[in-house]
């Protein structure tokens, strides 16, 4: 499978606030082989393991697993120590109970539960004058949804999620939150469903252990669910390309049992289309590509199906704003 870029907002949020405490970017970006230039391109990509590095080195720097942003430091292991605390809860509910029981010793903790017959909201604050700490914000909504899987051991739809400032970021979004997404909310939640609350606690010390070794990797990754058209179609591209190909439209109707015009049509109610799709599979395997610098561009150029690096310099130009050798840290020509 191809490995999905995201979209650089983290990034550039992380960048916002080491220079506002007055970190060294230079060295931040250079341990995730990223280029200052680079990071300025609004449509820039950048793959799991380079933001997974900018968080980490924020880590270090900060010893604030809140990253500076909360109304106090949360020092690192307290993420851990939180995780032990809610272990013997009975369920769901019970452990964000105690979750609220811990903010006099945890203060950064600040977040509301409100319960409804249907429907249990879980808010938290926000700062709608400081773009850096929403997204970052955002991050911690989505990792408390991933969290709330976990910890009753299956994958759980949020009802929506409310923000309360306008639609922005919109792929950033998609990629957080498998939900509906409600805009100019009163306060950042989640919703899900009451019932939910009542699901038993199911997680062993040793499962809590293995989250906190592989945070914020952890927090980053969420399954992949195939509950669009779109998504099959690529799931498909990918492991065809795998085998060493690349699929025509047809190739892929013929896969699903279905007519060119069909796959055509159903793509489009979906807003997006076959090439589109390819597109982004092609930007994806590129980009990974460049920045592990594991084959020359004339090789990387042909293998994505392209007659000449040229043709390829002028599509990743128009995928991202930039030449592939802004991504390139270092590998062969």
Same mark, same amino acid.
Not at 112 to 121: N, T, V, Y
Not at 124 to 144: F, Q
Not at 193 to 204: G, I, K, Q
Not at 213 to 224: I, Y
């Given at each position: 499978m191809a490995d999905r870029t995201l979209p650089i907002d983290l990034v550039q949020a992380s960048v916002s606030l080491a220079l506002r405490s007055g970190w060294d970017v230079n060295a931040l970006l250079e341990d995730a082989g990223l280029s200052p230039l680079l990071v300025a391109e609004g449509r820039a990509r950048v793959t799991e393991e380079q933001l997974v590095t900018v968080l980490r080195s924020l880590w270090d720097r900060t010893d604030d697993e809140l990253l500076g942003l909360g109304p106090h430091p949360l020092p690192r292991g307290s993420f851990r120590l939180l995780l032990f605390g809610i272990a013997g809860a009975r369920d769901l509910g019970d452990a964000l109970e105690r979750l609220r029981g811990f903010v006099r010793a945890f203060p950064a903790? &600040?977040?509301?539960? /409100?319960?409804?017959?249907?429907?249990?909201?879980?808010?938290?604050?926000?700062?709608? /004058?400081?773009?850096?700490?929403?997204?970052?914000?955002?991050? =911690?909504?989505?990792? =408390?949804?991933?969290?709330?899987? $976990?910890?009753?051991?299956?994958?759980?739809?949020a009802l929506r999620v409310e923000l309360p400032f306008?639609?922005?970021?919109?792929? @950033?979004?998609?990629?957080?939150?498998?939900?509906?997404?409600?805009?100019? %909310?009163?306060? %950042?939640?989640?919703?899900?469903? @009451? /019932?939910?609350?009542?699901?038993?606690?199911?997680?062993? /010390?040793?499962?809590?252990?293995?989250? &906190?070794?592989?945070?914020?990797? $952890?927090?980053?990754?969420?399954?992949?669910?195939?509950? @669009?058209?779109s998504a099959q179609v690529r799931r498909y591209v990918e492991s065809t390309i795998a085998g060493g190909r690349w699929p025509e439209a047809a190739d892929v109707a013929s896969r699903l049992t279905i007519s060119p015009q069909t796959l055509r049509r159903r793509l489009a109610e979906e807003g997006t289309s076959f090439r589109a799709i390819s597109d982004e599979v092609r930007r994806d395997v590129a980009i990974t590509s460049l920045v592990g610098a594991t084959e020359s561009i004339a090789d990387l150029s042909a293998r994505l199906g392209f007659s000449e690096p040229s043709a390829f310099t002028r599509a990743f130009r128009r995928w991202t704003g930039d030449a592939p050798s802004a991504y390139r840290c270092a590998g062969p020509e």
């Open positions: 903790l &600040v977040f509301e539960l /409100d319960l409804g017959e249907q429907e249990a909201r879980i808010s938290a604050p926000c700062d709608l /004058d400081d773009e850096t700490a929403n997204i970052v914000l955002l991050a =911690g909504l989505a990792a =408390g949804h991933r969290l709330i899987s $976990w910890a009753v051991g299956r994958e759980v739809s306008p639609r922005a970021h919109e792929e @950033t979004l998609t990629m957080m939150f498998d939900a509906p997404l409600v805009f100019h %909310a009163a306060r %950042a939640a989640i919703v899900v469903e @009451t /019932d939910l609350l009542r699901r038993p606690f199911v997680r062993s /010390d040793e499962e809590i252990e293995q989250v &906190v070794a592989q945070a914020p990797r $952890w927090f980053l990754s969420r399954p992949r669910r195939e509950v @669009t058209f």
